[in-house]
């Protein structure tokens, strides 16, 4: 199966930061790639999907890159309510979908 | 608006089964394929299953092939996942999510999700 690794697992950054974490393909995926915000006690949420589609209602401070094994999510200016777990997700290997091991992004 | 609502979710001992069901509201379910999603306790996530949208197609991760089995209900919207053999390891909070795209015939990305319905295998 196609394993991602994201990086970093946390960070800490300040309301209006610029942030970005990384999710590496042990193997090539085009761009079959998207990424999901997840608040504690809550569902994820996508927020891009083909490595660079913006979904529907997320705000265009969230933007994605890449293709191939290196994928970017970045987040232009950090507010409030981005502080949250983000997970990469694959499935270029339909026969096993898998997800990064996530990355904290809290309060500095 | 898109709702997606399991059930079914409890403490069982190792070794026995439960069966967890997802009613689904807001769109034309017969046209979606649709995923089971675990996550343990403080853990990340993980895909259980994916089921297309006629279902005559399903999908399993490893872990639980041969023991777990998806399966849909389009006349009542519902979508399934019957667990047997469990084990300590799949105490998980379950979420069903809906695939993006419309007649997916192979699992893609996850738009909906519910609010997670959570098991708990345990003597």
């Known amino acids: 199966a196609i394993q991602l690794t994201q990086s970093p697992s946390s960070l800490s950054a300040s309301v209006g930061d610029r942030v970005t974490i990384t999710c590496r393909a042990s193997?090539?995926?085009?761009?079959?790639l998207a990424w999901y915000q997840q608040k504690p006690g809550k569902a994820p949420k996508l927020l891009i999907y083909?490595?660079?589609s913006l979904e529907s209602g997320v705000p265009s401070r969230f933007s994605g890159s890449g293709s191939g094994t290196d994928f970017t999510l970045t987040i232009s200016s950090l507010q409030p309510e981005d502080f949250a777990t983000y997970y990469c997700?694959?499935?270029?290997?339909?026969?096993?979908?898998?997800f990064g091991g996530g990355t904290k992004v809290e309060i500095k | 608006q898109v709702q997606l609502v399991e059930s079914g979710g409890g403490v069982v001992q190792p070794g026995g089964s439960l069966r967890l069901s997802c009613a689904a509201s807001g769109f034309t379910f017969s046209s979606y394929g649709m995923h089971w999603v675990r996550q343990a306790p403080g853990k990340g996530l993980e895909w259980v299953a994916f089921?297309?949208?006629?279902?005559?197609?399903?999908y399993y991760a490893d872990s639980v092939k041969g023991r777990f089995t998806i399966s849909r209900d389009n006349s009542k919207n519902t979508l399934y996942l019957q667990m047997n053999s469990l084990r300590a390891e799949d105490t998980a909070v379950y979420y069903c999510?809906?695939?993006?795209?419309?007649?997916?015939?192979?699992?893609?990305?996850?738009?909906?999700w519910g609010q997670g319905t959570l098991v708990t295998v345990s003597s």
């Open positions: 089921i297309r949208y006629d279902g005559s197609n399903k």
């Open positions: 193997q090539g995926i085009s761009s079959a």
């Open positions: 083909d490595a660079s």
């Open positions: 999510a809906k695939d993006l795209s419309v007649g997916a015939t192979t699992p893609e990305y996850f738009d909906y």
């Open positions: 997700q694959q499935f270029n290997s339909y026969s096993a979908l898998t």
